[in-house]
């Protein structure tokens, strides 16, 4: 039997620029999965969050798509400090009845027993009050396998992307193609594509244009990207 869908937190003061683009035809909106609200619990303690979710029923794969909104009552320094102590995401690796895993980890794999491996996360969003950090699935399973080396990455690159620490964008995007990958980024099915190229919204920029960080290079320019979706 299915849960009741978990609605979206109300008076939550951040939007995103963007939504994710889900066609019409074959996808069920009032469904939800087994287990949902268990998985929900886990990422509202193991991110001190309030969480808002989405879901998208495919009917063509019976496979349901995740669209999550984290809320976090503080700031993406702190954030990252309590990361870097290994006290906050649930990604520190704990021993469990002989398994290594994290808290995470072990959440979204129960999750996804519990629906023969149907559910997925497609856009994951983390809402902080100085900036959004919102990530896209580019492969199947992609944003649970690689969350971790996101925000690992956000830390490493915090000085760079906020101009020497005098500016915070308010949104990142993760991540953003060239566009002559456009179509190759389809069939991506490795993790560089997460590392290569950010897309941040400063607040001083009139025309709201997006800011490419390169984060091999550790430069940002503004440049004929898309975002990918």
């Known amino acids: 039997m299915r849960e009741n869908i978990q609605a ?7 939007q995103k620029k ?9 996808i069920r909106t009032f469904v939800t999965a087994d287990g949902l609200n268990e998985f929900i619990k886990v990422l509202e303690k193991e991110f001190f969050a309030e969480v808002g979710v989405q879901c998208r029923y495919h009917t063509n794969n019976e496979k ?23 006290d906050w995401g649930g990604f520190a690796c ?4 002989g398994t290594v895993t994290s808290a995470f980890d072990a959440a979204f794999q129960k999750l996804g027993a519990n629906n ?5 996360i497609a856009e994951l969003s983390l809402h902080f009050r100085d900036t959004s950090l919102i990530i896209t699935r580019i492969y199947d399973h992609s944003i649970p396998e690689q969350l971790e080396d996101v925000i690992s990455k956000a830390s490493e690159h915090f000085v760079y992307f906020t101009r020497g620490l005098t500016q915070m964008p308010y949104e990142i995007f993760v991540p953003v193609f060239e566009d002559k990958q456009k179509e190759d980024a389809k ?14 919204y400063f607040e001083d920029d009139l025309q709201h244009d997006v800011i490419v960080y390169n984060l091999k290079t550790k430069q940002l320019r503004k440049e004929d990207f898309f975002l990918l979706d």
Do not use: A
Not at 18 to 26: A, E, K
Not at 94 to 97: L, N, R, S, V
């Open 116 to 120: 023969n491996n149907t559910v997925d």
């Open 94 to 97: 704990i021993e469990k009845e």
């Open 18 to 26: 963007v939504n994710p683009n889900f066609p019409l035809s074959g």
């Open 187 to 200: 069939v991506i099915n490795d993790q560089k594509p997460y590392f290569d190229y950010w897309g941040l």
């Open 64 to 86: 349901t798509d995740l669209v999550l909104d984290l809320y976090c009552n503080f700031g993406l320094t702190e954030s990252l400090h309590h990361f870097n102590n290994g």
């Open 8 to 14: 979206k937190p109300q008076n939550m003061p951040f």
